[in-house]
């Protein structure tokens, strides 16, 4: 079963090479074919001008050859993929290295507590857990309240009492 698979994908490679080959042809000779047609009419329009009608064929000859170089671009940058995704390229060693060294150097291998060095991952988490709900947990305290005939400040009363924190006009405190 797996050597039918093989032979047909074989055949498959050389019937999609052949379509390349008719559709694409060889960019290369496409280029050089197209740069040589408009240097043809580039000299006879310096030398005796062309008509209209070469005018608009020297138009399609440049986006034919633009087509070309945007796809022979294309390929390009497709080969070098596939080349640094088999391959690599020269820097991998360094930057997994580099990666590796980060690594190393953000682990925690040993925390500091109030009841001594906790080692391991586990005791770790259990000692990060165990200090973060101690801190954030609601402690009940004593709110103080108002006790007594407290109705409100006068308008009067309430400038007077909050006088000496505006600095001469200054409605803000002396903030912005």
């Known amino acids: 079963m797996g050597f039918v698979l093989k032979d047909r994908l074989k ?3 050389v019937s999609i090479k052949g379509w390349s ?13 197209l740069m040589e047609k408009i240097l043809e009419l580039d ?20 986006d034919d050859l633009w087509l070309i ?11 070098s993929r596939v080349k640094w995704m088999k391959e690599g390229d020269a820097n991998t060693r360094y930057f997994h290295s580099c ?16 009841h001594g060095w906790v080692e391991g991952p586990a005791a770790i988490r259990e000692a990060t857990t165990v200090f973060f709900k101690n801190h954030f947990d609601n402690v009940g305290w004593h709110r103080p309240v108002l006790v007594g005939g407290f109705t409100g400040i006068a ?3 309430q400038r007077a009492s909050c006088s000496h924190f505006y600095q001469s006009g200054d409605r803000n405190g002396g903030y912005g």
């Open 21 to 33: 080959a008719e559709v694409y042809g060889k960019p290369d000779e496409k280029k050089k074919q």
């Open 43 to 62: 000299l006879r329009s310096g030398s005796t001008g062309i008509s209209v009608v070469e005018v608009g064929v020297r138009k399609r000859l440049f």
């Open 69 to 79: 170089l945007k796809s022979i671009d294309a390929s390009i940058f497709q080969r």
């Open 99 to 114: 990666i590796n060294a980060r690594k190393r150097s953000n682990n925690l291998l040993a925390l500091r507590t109030p």
């Open 155 to 157: 308008c009067g009363e």
């Open 11 to 13: 055949g498959l490679k």
